[in-house]
């Protein structure tokens, strides 16, 4: 029993298992600091704080999936070394150093965006360093920054609102950059000690170089499409709801979307596992269509437990500690069941990108996007409440998941086609590159 024991404890630390552990910590942290935020804040500051910070995160899709065209390149051509990616960090950084600036610069319009801006500036090095240490296998440094930055920022806004009761809402903001600044500043000291990153200098010409990173756009975007559309998607209600609606509203709505991620961290979870899995399946001629239909079965049993579970949580949140989140339920019944379900099918999703059948997919979420804008600016322009946006917005995840599984079900059906090579875990729903 003892060594079982030993040998279990051995694989759990396995690199990947710590890499999944930290990232389950970061997210914990995350939903944790949401909490803390939203019981210590007034009710509108959290909804703007939730704005910025979920702005600040969409602005990482301003790299065109040129990190993902980056990693599909060096795991196909034998050719491709570490001075690719000598050569990207400059190009990039100076792509990315540019949307910052005008990010900043047009916070002079809309003040969520300045914030939002410098928020995407400090990670700017996180971005650049992730993939040559993804490729090292150096996982572990990779899940730091979200754990150190939710810390930091547990500890800080809390200390703020102790030291200045009811503080401006730009000097909660700036706590949240500070906090950025450190576990960001703290993860690049702990990478450039341990690993030596290679770096091309200018001297080879801006030119080449941006025509390279040019072409790591190229191809990485068509696998990179899904991603954004799924976070324009979950971006584009919150975004009507700042601009028609008043601040209490996407308060309240800021809280229910926590609710809605804490719904889904065990489904991302298991959409990582069942992604490497449908792909063993192909690349070993087993049976995929089982391997697919226990990845679904699963992912809807944890789907419906996590539904029940967070929804059970809201009634009793609502009805104590966050009695001022009126309408909190609400929100969370009529969004959080759509996102779940989607999320869910996603654990199968992985098969349309292995047999290379995901344009499909990319055109229900663009149309779903599209669709939900329109209804979205529809509702708000003629008064209507902010629930009926998040109804909408969660009946066309529901929509999604029956057009994901019906693809997932057709593509069962089709001869096998040759696998795509790049790993579909670059195009879910996770976070984008």
């Avoid at 009126?326 to 999703?349: C, E, H, K, M, R």
Wanted: glycine content about 10%; hydrophobic content about 60%; aromatic content about 10%.
């Amino acid at each position: 029993m003892a060594s079982i024991i030993a040998h279990s404890a051995r694989r759990l630390w396995a690199t990947e298992s710590r890499f999944i552990l930290l990232r389950y910590a970061g997210a914990g942290l995350g939903a944790a600091k949401a909490l803390i935020f939203a019981h210590v804040l007034d009710v509108s500051a959290f909804g703007v704080l939730a704005l910025v910070l979920q702005t600040a995160a969409l602005l990482e899709a301003s790299s065109l999936g040129g990190i993902t065209g980056l990693l599909h390149r060096y795991f196909n051509d034998p050719a491709a070394g570490e001075e690719s990616f000598a050569r990207f960090i400059p190009a990039c950084g100076a792509w990315l150093a540019a949307v910052a600036v005008v990010a900043l610069a047009l916070g002079n319009l809309w003040d969520v965006l300045f914030w939002s801006g410098l928020l995407f500036a400090l990670g700017i090095g996180f971005v650049l360093l992730e993939p040559p240490l993804r490729v090292r296998g150096r996982l572990g440094l990779i899940a730091l920054p979200p754990i150190l930055v939710n810390m930091l920022s547990i500890a800080l806004v809390p200390a703020v609102v102790w030291i200045m009761p009811a503080p401006p809402l730009w000097v909660v903001l700036l706590a949240v950059v500070m906090a950025q600044f450190g576990g960001q500043f703290a993860f690049l000291v702990l990478a450039l000690r341990r690993e030596r990153i290679p770096v091309e200098a200018a001297g080879r010409g801006p030119l080449k170089l941006w025509r390279d990173y040019l072409g790591h756009v190229r191809d990485g975007f068509p696998l990179f499409l899904g991603s954004m559309a799924y976070m324009l998607l979950a971006y584009v209600d919150r975004f009507f709801i700042a601009t028609f609606h008043p601040a209490q509203d996407l308060g309240v709505h800021a809280l229910a979307t926590q609710f809605g991620l804490i719904a889904i961290i065990g489904l991302q979870g298991w959409s990582y596992v069942a992604s490497v899995r449908v792909g063993h399946a192909i690349k070993q001629e087993a049976d995929v269509a089982a391997v697919v239909g226990h990845a679904l079965r699963v992912a809807s049993l944890f789907a419906a437990a996590a539904v029940v579970g967070i929804l059970a949580l809201a009634w009793v949140l609502e009805a104590t500690l966050f009695a001022r989140y009126a309408g909190l339920f609400a929100a969370v019944a009529l969004g959080v069941p759509g996102i779940a379900a989607y999320n869910a099918v996603s654990a199968a999703a992985a098969l349309l990108y292995y047999r290379r059948r995901q344009a499909a997919l990319h055109r229900a979420l663009l149309a779903v996007l599209a669709a939900n804008a329109a209804i979205d600016l529809g509702l708000s322009l003629a008064g209507a409440s902010y629930l009926w946006i998040i109804a909408c917005t969660g009946g066309l995840f529901l929509a999604l998941a029956a057009v994901t599984a019906v693809l997932v079900r057709r593509c069962l059906r089709e001869a096998p086609q040759p696998p795509a090579g790049g790993s579909p875990l670059a195009a879910g729903a996770g976070r984008a590159v």
